[in-house]
């Protein structure tokens, strides 16, 4: 149950996100379905999980020497990539501008932790 309300959340902060950066006509709303989201949320995940540890990984020097502005970049890209997979997959969810992409990298997770918190109530005896 915890996982599907963790996914719900997650497409919500995604949905959240790309609505806000299209206020400001940095991204654009391209999902037909409702279920889009969530299939966005899926390919977050993965590449979250799988491109995104390589990629810090590769970039850890640079990172060094510019105090983190490197992670914030990466981040941006991989948001990117989100975009870019689910239009490749066949089901466009957003499209986003490289300003975009760098807010929304940022929104994403603040605007994901805040519904988490005021969601998820976790148990205070653990």
Request: with cysteine.
């Amino acid at each position: 149950m915890q996982l599907l309300l963790r996914w719900a959340i997650s497409a919500a902060a995604l949905y959240l996100t790309v609505w806000i950066l299209s206020a400001f006509e940095l991204a654009q709303l391209d999902a037909t379905y409702w279920y889009s989201w969530f299939i966005a949320v899926i390919i977050m995940a993965l590449v979250n999980a799988l491109i995104r540890p390589i990629a810090r990984l590769l970039t850890a020097p640079l990172n060094c020497l510019t105090f983190g502005i490197l992670g914030v970049i990466i981040n941006a890209v991989m948001f990117w990539l989100v975009a870019a997979i689910a239009a490749g997959v066949g089901t466009p969810v957003f499209q986003v501008k490289p300003l975009g992409a760098l807010i929304g990298s940022v929104l994403v997770g603040a605007i994901g932790a805040i519904l988490s918190k005021l969601i998820i109530r976790e148990r205070e005896d653990e």
